[in-house]
C-alpha cells in the first residue's frame, strides 16, 4: 500500500513572475521497489501537472494588473 502523500510543491507568485517551489524535502519517500519508484515518480508528475492551470491564472493576473498593485503575494 503506497505511503500518504502530501505535495511537495506549489507556486510562488511575484511580481518578477510566477515560479514553483518546494515545501518540503526529500520530495519523494524512500522506495524499496520498483512499483514504489513508479508511484512516487508518478505523484510527483501529477503534482507538477497539478500546477499548471494555477500558474497559467497566476500569469494571467500578473500580466493584467496594474503596474502599482503588483505584489510579491502568494496566493
Known sequence: MPK???APFDIENGSGGVGIII???PICSQCMSD???DD???ALQE???R???LMKVAV???QNAPLGLR???HE
Open 4 to 6: 500518504a502523500y502530501s
Open 23 to 25: 515545501t518540503r524535502e
Open 35 to 37: 512499483r514504489e519508484v
Open 40 to 42: 512516487q515518480i508518478n
Open 47 to 49: 503534482n507538477l501537472e
Open 51 to 53: 500546477l499548471r492551470p
Open 60 to 62: 494571467q493576473k500578473l
Open 71 to 73: 505584489t510579491t503575494s
